[in-house]
């Protein structure tokens, strides 16, 4: 595909605007992937059940590239219809050109038509702390490289690199309470997305990250 170069953005259809209705038909198909493209805590408070939350930053196509099959039909959850552009450009880049919508209306259309949403608890590294104290079952998954996770972890916590959760998420109880945490708290969730979808319901996802725990001068291991 570098070699060729992708395929020019006029020669590709336009994303169209679908109904949540409809929208919510095309989710439930298998090979369909919805991408909220909204910042984590704003997808946290509210989202569409089985969505997977990247973010729309400079890391938005890396990501996309990293844990969706470039063949896979996409839809969009936008923050707003403007950012369509910037979606479609980051993909085009790296090749992705199977872009069939967004949600029209955004998530506000989707609640007032009445459709589900899911929430996904935000927790910040004092709560934590705090947790890892009184929550002695409570499982930290780290998600971040395996020269990250070397350079300093939490104590007790878990190791699978976001790259390699969908093929390792069954290493895990679904019913137990996890953390999720990355360097940021931007991969950590994708990650908790992806988890979800699988199932997984006792899940929150830690702000900040290790940034902010190391920050805040809380144990770290090697």
């Known amino acids: 595909i570098n070699r060729k170069?992708?395929?020019?953005?006029?020669?590709?259809?336009?994303?169209r605007p679908i109904p949540p209705k409809e929208a919510q038909e095309m989710v439930g198909k298998d090979n369909i992937?919805?991408?909220?493209?909204?910042?984590?805590?704003?997808?946290?408070e509210a989202h569409i059940p089985g969505s997977l939350n990247i973010g729309l930053s400079p890391q938005f196509p890396t990501w996309v590239g990293t844990v969706i099959a470039p063949e896979k039909p996409l839809?969009?959850?936008?923050?707003?219809?403007?950012?369509l552009k910037e979606v479609r450009l980051h993909l085009a880049r790296i090749g992705f050109d199977n872009l069939i919508g967004f949600v029209a209306?955004?998530?506000?259309?989707?609640?007032?038509?009445?459709l589900p949403v899911s929430s996904l608890p935000q927790t910040n590294?004092?709560?934590?702390?705090?947790?890892?104290?009184?929550?002695?079952?409570l499982?930290?998954?780290?998600v971040r490289s395996d020269a990250e996770w070397q350079a300093g972890?939490?104590?007790?916590?878990?190791?699978?690199?976001?790259?390699?959760?969908?093929?390792?998420?069954?290493?895990?109880?679904?019913?137990?309470?996890?953390?999720?945490?990355?360097?940021?708290?931007?991969?950590?969730?994708?990650?908790?997305?992806i988890l979800e979808k699988y199932g997984f319901k006792s899940l929150c996802n830690v702000?900040?990250?290790?940034?902010a725990w190391k920050t805040a001068g809380y144990e770290t291991v090697t």
């Open 153 to 193: 972890h939490i104590k007790g916590a878990s190791h699978i690199p976001l790259n390699e959760l969908a093929e390792r998420y069954q290493e895990m109880e679904r019913d137990r309470a996890t953390a999720v945490i990355c360097g940021s708290g931007y991969r950590s969730s994708i990650a908790a997305s």
């Open 207 to 211: 702000t900040g990250g290790m940034g």
């Open 125 to 137: 590294v004092p709560e934590l702390n705090e947790l890892l104290k009184t929550k002695k079952d």
């Open 33 to 44: 992937i919805l991408i909220d493209t909204r910042p984590s805590p704003i997808f946290g």
């Open 75 to 83: 839809l969009f959850l936008l923050s707003k219809d403007d950012n």
């Open 139 to 142: 499982l930290v998954l780290d």
């Open 105 to 114: 209306g955004g998530i506000s259309a989707w609640k007032n038509a009445g």
């Open 5 to 15: 170069g992708p395929k020019l953005l006029i020669t590709l259809s336009e994303p």
